[in-house]
Every structure is written in structure tokens, then in C-alpha cells.
């Protein structure tokens, strides 16, 4: 069985779920609900807790798709990729609504171990929280985290990426769910393949590592 990472397209425009704009200093600012979800000082969010206080009402959501990824780090779907999951029987995930926007909020419940090490992770932490500041790299490879063996399934790092502000757990599916959102024509993203640790060892040897370009033609699906 294959598996694959979920990576959403990028937005024209700002999606916030915590946070209001304005266009005056600070230009974003952390809503009274979920004030003790977000550090005061590097804005590193508490995902989790965030999602079990629910979302309220007066969230605006204009994104293209029937997936996508907010300015704050979470995953949202429209009722058409709801129903998809739950016709599906498809597990690992709860959802939680945005009211009165037709909007679904991820959250990943199946969480698996997996290779920290993949992260380089900042030296520099934030002084309150004491997150790191910064955390760049990705799970590329099967070897590097806990694959579940049982199929239709939403899975994710016991750990979070661990940086600043959108940080939350990457996201990473089973290929049934992959060949069932592409089959219901839904749009908003791509799936990357987790790579066997033989291909993974020839790209690097390539030097293509960063090179999505150079990875086998198999190994991205795009909605």
C-alpha cells in the first residue's frame, strides 16, 4: 500500500480561523476565545485546543477548491469532501463546522510515531513559550515514520512541526483515499508519495532531494 502526504495550493487570500485583520498596527489579531491558545509573543498556536473550543460564528472563508489550507495552520473541507469521507467510511480524523460558511475543520486523531530528526529544528526559541522559531524539512520517505497498515485512513505525527505561528502536524493519507478524492473530481491540492527507501536513496545520491521535479512520475497526485 502506498501513502501519501497531503500538501494544499496555495490561496490568493488570507484564511484566518484565529485571528482578525485589520489595517491598523497590530494587522492581526488573536480572537478573545482563543487567546489562550495562541503565545502572546511568537504566536505559536495550540492546535489541538483550538480545535476542541469549536469555531464561531462571523469567520469568513474565501478560498478556491473543495480543500485548503488556512493562514493559521489548519485543514479545511466543504461539504462535498465531508460527505466523500463519511460515505467512505474513511477514519483517522474528526471535523468540526466553521458556522454558516459550508466549511469543515481537520483534525487528525491517528498519530503515529515517526523520525523527528526529519525537522531541522531552530536553535532560536521563543522566550515565553519556548518553542522553536523556525522548523524547514519534510517526511519523504516510508523509513521515516510509522505507516498504519490498515487502509482508508487519515494519519499524522504524534509531534507537531513545532515552529512558529502554522505549525501543526503534517498530514498523511492511505492511496484509497488519494484514488477516491481523485475519482470524485475534488480540487485543492496535491498528495506526494512517501517514497521506499531505495528511491529515496537515489535521489539523494542525485542530489534532486529538494527536486520534486526529478522524484519518479508516480509520486505526485494533484487535485
Not at 60 to 78: M, Q, V
Not at 161 to 177: C, K
Not at 190 to 197: K, Q
Request: charged fraction near 30%.
Amino acid at each position: 500500500m502506498n501513502y501519501y502526504e497531503f500538501v494544499p495550493h496555495d490561496q490568493l487570500r488570507n484564511n484566518w480561523l484565529l485571528f482578525t485583520e485589520q489595517k491598523v498596527p497590530p494587522y492581526v489579531s488573536v480572537r478573545p476565545r482563543f487567546s489562550d491558545c495562541v503565545c502572546p509573543k511568537c504566536k505559536k498556536i495550540d492546535h489541538d485546543k483550538a480545535f476542541t473550543k469549536g469555531f464561531e460564528e462571523g469567520i469568513k472563508i474565501r478560498a478556491k477548491g473543495d480543500l485548503f489550507g488556512t493562514s493559521d495552520g489548519f485543514t479545511c473541507i466543504n461539504e462535498k469532501v465531508k460527505n466523500v469521507i463519511e460515505s467512505n467510511g474513511f477514519v483517522g480524523i474528526a471535523l468540526q463546522a466553521i458556522p454558516k460558511t459550508g466549511w469543515w475543520v481537520v483534525n487528525v486523531t491517528r498519530r503515529v510515531k515517526a523520525d523527528h530528526g526529519v525537522y531541522t529544528i531552530s536553535k532560536q526559541v521563543c522566550e515565553l513559550c519556548g518553542r522553536a522559531k523556525e522548523t524547514v524539512g519534510l517526511i519523504r520517505c516510508l523509513d521515516q515514520i510509522k505507516s498504519p497498515s490498515d487502509s482508508k485512513t487519515f494519519f499524522s505525527p504524534t509531534f507537531d512541526r513545532g515552529g512558529s505561528m502554522n505549525g501543526d502536524r503534517d498530514l498523511f493519507v492511505t492511496e484509497d483515499i488519494v484514488s477516491e478524492f481523485k475519482q470524485q473530481k475534488l480540487k485543492g491540492g496535491m498528495f506526494a508519495r512517501l517514497l521506499t527507501p531505495m528511491e529515496f536513496a537515489e535521489i539523494k545520491a542525485a542530489g534532486a532531494e529538494k527536486n520534486p521535479l526529478k522524484w519518479p512520475k508516480d509520486s505526485r497526485v494533484v487535485l
